[in-house]
């Protein structure tokens, strides 16, 4: 373990956690004003990316400390953060069911706070809990536990702080990237459709995004989720999406499976980076560098990017 990984797992006091999450919510505060981020730009939720020099994407963590500290060891995280043409893009889901939320919440806050044009920290369905609750959402019990009292100002912070994460990543002319899954219905200009402004359209379009699924659903092009929100959606929506928004792949997180998976004939690459809470299944990550992200057709391509960890 690297010696900034040693400080990051030492005990965090109250203040020092909450000082990194207001520093955080600042960082995002500023780029949605100046609508940039080295090398790409921003529009509310959503960031444009030029091609990295290096990019790595870790799918969902869930409070798995020990397989987030193993990834970051792997690539290298100082010196690969300390190139601001790389980006690491964490697609979301940082929290609830494992046992170190509170840990990795700090831990991804750090690394934007410490590299704040090489981290991109999406918004997953277990950063949604005030829109969307359900019955997994434990973060205020591990904060509880964590710092020895129920702090609910310090959760009223955190909240803030997830209405500023990320829902989409272009990767410019290469890849789609979300948590969940893409809406049945979309428009062009991308943007605008993905910024409505109407709340329950943001909200309704905001579900789908976060907690969303592929299937292979023949000729329906959606049906209704067994989650408590979202849909699963089928291979002639992730294609519209693609042409639309001229990518090559969507890559999404948020279903367990042994490290990545390929669906929707070879165009949808699902990663999961956790092991702590799902056993049964592995964890991985993606690892792309600038030639092999070009040369990719379809998700099938990248899929021998993807990274298992022990």
């Known amino acids: 373990m690297s010696s900034s990984l040693v400080q990051f797992s030492n005990k965090i006091s109250s203040h020092e956690f909450t000082l990194t999450i207001t520093n955080t919510i600042e960082i995002l505060e500023t ?8 090398n790409g730009k921003i529009k509310g939720n959503c960031i444009w990316l030029q091609v990295p020099e290096n990019l790595a994407v870790i799918g969902d963590i869930h409070g798995d400390l ?20 790389n980006k690491i893009i964490f697609l979301g889901d940082y929290i609830d069911r494992g046992s170190n939320s509170v840990a990795v919440l700090y831990t991804i806050c750090k690394l934007k706070q410490t590299y704040p044009n090489s981290v991109i920290l999406m918004r997953g369905n277990h950063e949604a809990s005030e829109e969307f609750p359900f019955q997994s959402h434990d973060l205020p019990q591990r904060i509880t536990e964590y710092f020895g009292e129920q702090n609910d100002k310090m959760y009223s912070v955190i909240l803030s702080l997830f209405r500023l994460l990320t829902v989409m990543v272009l990767v410019e002319d290469n890849l789609l990237l979300v948590h969940g899954g893409l809406a049945p219905h979309i ?51 992730t294609q519209k999406w693609l042409d639309i928004t001229h990518t090559k792949a969507l890559v999404r997180g948020h279903e367990p499976c042994n490290g990545f998976r390929v669906d929707h004939d070879g165009i949808v690459l699902t990663l999961f980076s ?12 993606l690892y792309m560098k600038y030639n092999e992200i070009l040369s990719i057709h379809n998700a099938t391509d990248m899929a021998c990017h993807v990274r298992k960890i022990a």
């Open 187 to 237: 428009s062009e200009p991308v943007e605008e459709m993905c910024f409505p402004t109407s709340k329950n359209n943001t909200f309704l379009l905001l579900e789908d995004m976060l907690w969303n699924d592929p299937r292979m659903l023949g000729d329906k092009k959606w049906e209704t989720s067994r989650r408590p929100y979202g849909k699963h959606f089928g291979v002639d929506i």
């Open 31 to 38: 780029e949605r004003k100046t609508n940039k981020i080295q």
């Open 66 to 85: 020990q397989s987030l500290y193993k990834i970051l060891d792997e690539i290298n995280f100082e010196v690969f953060l300390a190139n601001k043409n």
């Open 274 to 285: 956790c092991k702590e809470s799902y056993p049964k299944f592995e964890a991985g990550y």
